[in-house]
């Protein structure tokens, strides 16, 4: 079932120290503070995003793959304690779900469960909580309501999501990956990102996704047994991306310089993805795929897109070699390249 947020429905903001007020139907103050000391802040290199322990006895943890994608060293802070190095055990960029673990985990480490995402309906009040902020020292929590979806918009860098509810509650770049909660405290999505839509009225509504609890949990087991056959460790934006120049922050690309290459490749009309970032030691670093990088083709099929790209990745086999090709954009790490020279690598993927 796909669901989002009424934006007529009033949002309000509470944490431990803020709001005191409660609207009908949303989780008991116990159940909101009980999931709360389950969601952690994720830090990485490029900024933070949210997670939540879903096995504290295992010390696993939920985010979405594109809070780590082409990162190294993720650490965790949980409870608002010193931060944690954790371990990447799975990750599927085509998914948008990862699986970090801390070992050992440490005392007092809380869970929060999984709920019903089918019994999730318009009008429904949900809870989402993150840290939206770097800074933040505690999980803040907004709540909103279930709504239908109206229509589809483009996304060029993120993938086709098989399975989403939406809300109205405003997101930051900090709160993907942490949990939406419905009446009962249950995780019932995992934060993923934001977009505009147009009512039929033409009102502009902002309007939140979230993936659902039920896709969700059916593919956490595989990463966190360690599949990572769909992230070959590569952040990518499509150079047809409005917002690519925000996606590069803190990769350490020149924004200006950035902006210029994506206008001049988009003038000589060459489409792609853009390599902001690749984590060491994975299967694109091993090929030298280097930050800079502009991906046009992947077996011969040409990736304008994120989801174009998952389309030639799902039906690939786990240990597979890839055949990669693209010009150079002199952006970044490739700055010692000429612009729209050619490059191919031979990436192989993760055997599981």
Known sequence: MRIHVNLFASALLMSMCGATGAMADEPSPWNREQAKAAVVQVRTNTGSGTGFVYDAGSGLIATTASTIAGISGPEVVVQGKL????????????????????????AGMKSVPFGDSDLLFNGDVVISLGYPEAGDTEAVSVSGAAYEPVGDVARPSSPDYPSLIHHSVQMKSGTLGGPVLNKDGEVVGINTGGMVKVSSAGEARTLAEAISSNHAQSELPGLAAGSMKNDPGWLLGAVSDPELPLRSTNTGIDKASLQ?????????????????????????????VQQGYVITTVNGEAVSSFPELCDV????????????QGVHSGVGRDSGHAFGDEWTADVVLADR
């Open 260 to 288: 210029k290459a994506q206008k001049r490749l988009q003038d000589e009309g060459t489409d792609g993805l853009f390599v902001l970032d690749v984590r060491n030691d994975s299967a694109a670093q091993k090929a030298k």
């Open 313 to 324: 990745l799902d039906p690939v086999e786990p240990g597979a070699e890839l055949s990669v």
């Open 83 to 106: 931060p944690l190095s954790a371990q990447l055990l799975g990750s599927d960029l085509c998914q948008d779900l990862a699986v970090l673990k801390v070992k050992p985990p440490p």
